[in-house]
């Protein structure tokens, strides 16, 4: 039985390295750990992140950001000692599995090896965000980390699925031949504000519908499931996974599971929207069903999802309103 995590107070005088900074989640993560008194060095090539996520770091006096191309290389550290690095950098929108295929491969390939490599010379401990999607379209329910997985290799989203298990492997393997301190994650769907309005996924495009009284687009007859967690919730799932012991992965989400059908009638009444149901296309191998069984995490840590759906849309909501 592994070490009950036990989080830190503070961490000033550490230094954290996010790979893709100006992202959703990596945004908000990286704001946690400001706020926790680390120094924060942020990277991103604004791909799919935005500059406004960057200035807003940027009040924090002890974050510094590098734009790059983590899957190129990586800036000189020479000199600088770095005490955790989070591989969060990559595109994460179905939509952007079509649009950027090889630049979502290059990065969870070429970009997690980089910063493995930076890990192995600093001695830091590495976090590899990786997916729910590495279960493909799951054939048992909910999904449990030891189950490996149904994943077409050369279906429309296999540049994300197949790079994101090669980034897992990649990452167990610095863990076995060098004793990297590694970490894994499988994130479960999550949002919150700091998305994309037009980012393509579910929740983003459901609200911005909704707000502006518009039809709802739901792919296929809405009787597939998803289970949507909000990104403090995941934020604190991930905090939790870097100060454990344990080095295979860990599902990160919210277990309440939803149709898409029944998502976007919440949402509709939540936003007191006047907005109609239309029926579109499904995408070709869109999982059928998605939950995270949470017992891994939720037995070795006080890890407990806080935000409720309905608030957690309204607090979306106030964002995508903020924006215009
Ligand atoms: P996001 O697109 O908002 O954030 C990713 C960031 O990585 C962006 O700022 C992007 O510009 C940056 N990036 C991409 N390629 C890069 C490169 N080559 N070099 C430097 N920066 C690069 O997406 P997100 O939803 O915040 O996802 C963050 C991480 O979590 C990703 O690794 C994603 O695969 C993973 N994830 C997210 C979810 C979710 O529901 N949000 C689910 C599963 C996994
Ligand atoms: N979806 C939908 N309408 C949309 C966007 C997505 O019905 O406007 C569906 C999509 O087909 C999938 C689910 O919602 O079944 C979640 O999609 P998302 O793109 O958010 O992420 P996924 O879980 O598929 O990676």
Redesign the pocket.
């Known amino acids: 039985m592994p070490q009950k995590v036990i989080l830190p107070e503070t961490l000033e005088g550490k230094t954290i390295l996010v ?8 945004s908000t993560l990286s704001e946690f750990y400001l706020n926790l008194g680390a120094k924060v060095i942020g ?8 500059r406004s996520n960057i200035e807003l770091l940027s009040k924090y006096e002890n974050f510094e950001f590098h734009e ?4 190129e290389g990586l800036p000189n550290f020479e000199g600088i000692d770095i005490d955790f690095i989070f591989s ?6 179905p939509i952007d599995f079509k649009v950027i295929p090889l ?1 979502i491969m ?2 969870n390939s070429m ?1 997690t090896w980089h910063l493995l490599e930076l890990a192995k010379e600093k001695q830091a401990r590495f976090l590899e ?5 590495v279960y493909g379209d799951p054939e048992i329910h909910p999904q449990v980390e030891e189950y490996v997985g149904s994943v077409n290799p050369i279906g429309i989203r296999s540049p ?1 699925d197949e790079s ?1 298990r090669f980034a897992e492997s990649l990452t167990m393997t610095y863990h076995r031949q060098f004793n990297v301190d590694t970490r894994i994650i499988r ?5 919150g504000p700091r ?2 309005p037009n980012d393509g ?1 579910v929740i983003p495009n459901f609200i911005n519908q909704a707000m502006n009284n518009e039809d709802i687009t739901i792919y296929g007859d809405g009787s597939q499931t998803r289970s949507f967690c909000f990104v403090t919730d995941l934020v604190d799932a991930i905090h939790n996974v870097m100060f454990s012991e344990v080095h295979t992965p860990f599902n990160c989400g919210n277990p309440d599971e939803y149709t898409i059908k029944e998502a976007a009638e919440f949402i509709i009444k939540t936003l007191g929207s006047e907005s109609k149901i239309t029926y579109h296309p499904l995408p070709e191998d869109d999982p059928k069903k998605r939950r995270p069984d949470m017992h891994k995490l939720m037995t070795i840590s006080d890890f407990k999802p806080k935000v409720g759906f309905e608030e957690g849309l309204k607090r979306t909501a106030e964002y995508f309103k903020s924006l215009k």
């Open positions: 790979a893709g900074a100006a992202g959703f989640v990596p990277l991103d090539n604004f791909i799919t992140g935005s790059c191309d983590v899957a969060l950098a990559s595109p994460a929108s630049e290059k990065v970009g965000a990786s997916t729910s999607e994300y994101k994130i479960f769907n999550t949002y998305m994309r996924r």
